[in-house]
């Protein structure tokens, strides 16, 4: 704080092929490209939750970012994710609430329960590590993903499974985080509400 904010734009050829942030359809597996890193330089949790503004931002690899959404690309091209979402603001556990609430039409759950990367839990959650992308996709797609990210030499972990009306993270098979879909969205989509209320 305070970060420049960069706009961009780009072409979409087919719109069709347009891949949405919200999880879709219950029993697809969810991935993540890219991997976490114990950053929490400038992130939001060091802000909101200690109140402290500090740390270096986290690395940027130009050459993994550049993997990650090739990656990306070429699996929403050729119709084998349901669902693309970034990890920024906020980290993992605020990119999966997003996944799991953003169409408040049809939300749907999910069970998180492979995301031992070997770091702090804080940094785990909420750390803004850059260059990742959680997908969702049918099991039976799961092969043709992962030979994809093979080919651009993409690190890509499968972490958990969409269904049900619960967010549940669990780090070394012990549950960090239950929460209902009616509670992550009403803090979500009531927040300026309570701070207009403050």
């Known amino acids: 704080f305070p970060t ?15 891949c949405k942030q919200y999880f879709k359809k219950k ?28 740390g270096d931002a986290p690395d940027l690899d130009l050459s993994l970012e550049e993997t990650v959404q090739a990656t990306a690309r070429e699996a929403i091209n050729k119709g084998l994710v349901s669902s693309a979402h970034d990890c920024s603001e906020g980290g993992l556990a605020i990119a999966l609430a997003e996944s799991c609430i953003s169409n408040k039409d049809n939300m749907l759950g999910a069970v998180i329960d492979n995301i031992n990367f ?44 969409t269904g049900g009306k ?28 309570r701070q207009i209320s403050l």
């Open 27 to 54: 029993n697809e597996m969810v991935v993540l490209l890219g991997t976490c890193k114990e950053e929490l330089g400038g992130s939001q949790y060091l802000k909101e939750i200690h109140k402290i503004i500090k």
């Open 118 to 161: 070997g770091i702090r839990l804080d940094a785990l959650l909420f750390g803004e590590s850059q260059s990742r992308i959680i997908l969702s996709c049918k099991s039976d797609s799961v092969a043709k993903v992962k030979n994809i990210a093979n080919k651009y030499k993409t690190p890509l972990h499968i972490i958990g499974k």
């Open 166 to 193: 619960k967010l549940i993270i669990l780090n070394n098979k012990r549950k960090i985080i239950s929460l209902s879909l009616q509670e992550l969205s009403n803090a979500w989509r009531k927040s300026l509400e």
């Open 4 to 18: 420049p904010a960069i706009g961009m734009v780009g072409i979409v050829h087919n719109l069709k092929k347009i």
